[in-house]
C-alpha cells in the first residue's frame, strides 16, 4: 500500500485513535491555457500522483486537534474561534472550517492528521489539495451532502478570503474532478468540463523545479490582470458583447487596439491566441497526435515569454534545452511564472539522460540543481482509508 496513506494512518492512530477516514487529494498540473482562468477562457489541468493525505475523526467535544506529519507540528483549538494561525499549515485547514460554517455547515469537533509529497510553492497546488482533501473528509464525516462542483467553490473562497490568495478556480477543480490518464478542458466561464485522453506509451511528463521564486509574482500577476481587463474595456466601446477576453478573436484585438499602449495589445493577444490554442490542443489529444500537442506547448511558452512578459531567464533557460533535445516534443513555463516549473513531454527513454543533462547545464548556469519529477495523471479526491 502507498506509504503516505500509511503514515496518515499510523500517525492519526498513534495521537488519536482510530480515523474515520482517510482521503486523497492530489496536486495538478495544467497542460496548455495559462492565464486564461481569469479572462474567461479555457484550461487544461490534470490531476498527478502526488497528493496531499488527510486522516479525519469526530470528537465528543468542539475541539480541533491536528497534526502534520511533514512539518512535524500540532494545532489545537476549536470550532467557536476559527482564526488565522501562525502555524500555516493548519490555515488551509481552518479555512475550510470557516467557509462551511460561514455557510451554514457547521462542524463538531475532530482530529485530522495531514501527510503529502506535492512540492510545495513549485504551482503543482498543494494549497488546492489540502482544501480539497479537507472539505471532502469533512462533508463526509460531517454529513453535509455537499456535491464536488460545490466543495470545489467553497475550498477557491477559502483560499481566496482566510488564506487571501487570489487564485482561480482551477486548482481546486482539478484536484476534485482528476481522472488517470484524462485530461479536463474546463470552461472557465460556464465552469462546464470535457474529459480527453491523455495516454501514451511513448511519451511521459517531467517537471523541472527552477527553484525561483520571484517576488515580483504577485504584483505582476495583478498587473496582468489589469491588462486585460484594460484591453476589454476599450474592445466594448466598439464591440459591446465582449463581456471578456474570450469573445474577442485574434483579429478584432489587432483591429481595435491599434490605438492602445503596444504592451496591452500583446497582453490581449497572447491571452486570445491561448484559448483558441487550448481548443486545437483538444483536437489534437482526439487524435493522439502527441508531437502537435507538443508544437503548442513551445507556443504556449514564447508567448508567455514574448508576449504576456511572466517568465524569466531560468525558465526560457529549461524549455530552450527542451527545445534543443531531439526526444522532447514539448515544454513550457507552467502557472503563474517568474519562476516555478517547466512541463515537459519528454520520449520515455530518452528521460533519464535529459534530466541528466538539463540538471547539469542549469547547475553550471545557475548554481542551483533543478529538481526533475516524472508525474503520471491519476484520479482526482477520493476516500483511500482507513486501512491497517
Ligand atoms: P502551492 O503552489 O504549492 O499551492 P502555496 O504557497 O499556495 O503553494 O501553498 C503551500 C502551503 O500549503 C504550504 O506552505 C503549507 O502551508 C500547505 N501544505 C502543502 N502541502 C502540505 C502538507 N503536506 N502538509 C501540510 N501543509 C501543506
Ligand atoms: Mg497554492
Known sequence: MNLLIQDAGRYYREHFGEPNIIVRSP???????????????????????????????????????????????????????IEI??????????????VLQKAGYNCGGFNAVVRGDIPIGAGLSSSAAVECATIFALNELFGFKLDRMTMVKMA??????????????????????????????????????TYFPFESAEYELLLINSRVKHSLADSEYNLRRLDCEAGVAHLQRFHPNIKSLRDATPEIVKQELHLLDKKIVQRCLYVVEEIARVQEACEDLKRGDFISFGKKMFITHKGLSEL????????????????????????????????????????????AEFIDRVSETYLETYGVLPGAYPVTIEGGTAVVGPAK
Open 85 to 98: 494561525s501562525l502555524q500555516s499549515w493548519a490555515n488551509y485547514i481552518l479555512a475550510i472550517v470557516d
Open 308 to 351: 504576456y512578459n511572466v517568465s524569466c531567464p531560468e525558465l526560457d533557460f529549461l524549455v530552450n534545452a527542451a527545445a534543443a533535445h531531439k526526444d522532447v516534443i514539448g515544454a513550457r513555463m507552467m502557472g503563474g511564472g517568474f519562476g516555478g516549473c517547466t512541463l515537459n513531454l519528454v520520449k520515455k527513454e530518452a528521460l
Open 27 to 81: 496536486g495538478r498540473i495544467n497542460l496548455i491555457g495559462e492565464h486564461t482562468d481569469y479572462n474567461d477562457g479555457f484550461a487544461l489541468p490534470a490531476s498527478i500522483d502526488n497528493a496531499v493525505y488527510v486522516s479525519i475523526g469526530a470528537r465528543t467535544d468542539d475541539q480541533i486537534h491536528l497534526f502534520s506529519v511533514d512539518y512535524k507540528e500540532f494545532y489545537k483549538g476549536n470550532t467557536a474561534t
Open 156 to 193: 477557491q473562497q477559502a483560499e481566496n478570503e482566510f488564506i487571501g490568495v487570489r487564485c482561480g478556480i482551477m486548482d481546486q477543480f482539478a484536484s476534485m474532478f482528476g481522472k488517470p490518464d484524462q485530461v479536463i478542458e474546463l470552461d472557465c466561464r460556464s465552469l462546464d468540463y
